[in-house]
Nanobody
Framework: QLQLVESGGGLVQPGGSLRLSCAAS????????MGWFRQAPGKEREWVSC????????SYADSVKDRFTISRDNNKNTMYLQMNDLNLQDTAVYYC??????????????????WGQGTQVAVTS
C-alpha cells in the first residue's frame, strides 16, 4: 500500500529556511509526477510546486518562485521542498502528493491520487 509521510515542518522566523521531506513507501515513485500543496487556516488548499516523473522538470507557484526548490532522490524514494526566505504568508499545513495517472506536472489537486498527512509550517516573529 502506497504511503507518503511528510516531515521537516516547524516554527521559523521570517527570512528563515526549512526543508520538508516526503518519504514514500509501498511503490517506487521515480516515474510519477509529485507535488507539494499547502493549506492555510480558513483558505483552500493551493498548489505550491511539482516535479515531473518524465524529465525531472519543475514548476512553481508565483508566490514561491525563486524562494522554494523542489527535488527528489529516487534512490531514497523521497521528495523534498527547500523553503528559503520564508514569510508570514507561507504559514500553512504542507502536503505532498503523487499522481499515478501522469508523469508530467499537474497543478490541480484532483489530479493527485495519494496524499501525505501534512506537516505544519509556522512563520512567526
Amino acid at each position: 500500500q502506497l504511503q507518503l509521510v511528510e516531515s521537516g515542518g516547524g516554527l521559523v522566523q521570517p527570512g528563515g529556511s526549512l526543508r520538508l521531506s516526503c518519504a514514500a513507501s509501498g511503490l517506487t515513485l521515480d516515474h510519477y509526477a509529485m507535488g507539494w500543496f499547502r493549506q492555510a487556516p480558513g483558505k483552500e488548499r493551493e498548489w505550491v510546486s511539482c516535479i515531473s516523473g518524465l524529465d525531472g522538470s519543475r514548476s512553481y507557484a508565483d508566490s514561491v518562485k525563486d524562494r522554494f526548490t523542489i527535488s527528489r532522490d529516487n534512490n531514497k524514494n523521497t521528495m523534498y521542498l527547500q523553503m528559503n526566505d520564508l514569510n508570514l504568508q507561507d504559514t500553512a499545513v504542507y502536503y505532498c502528493a503523487v499522481t499515478l495517472r501522469w508523469r508530467i506536472c499537474k497543478t490541480h489537486s484532483d489530479e493527485y491520487d495519494s496524499w501525505g498527512q501534512g506537516t505544519q509550517v509556522a512563520v512567526t516573529s
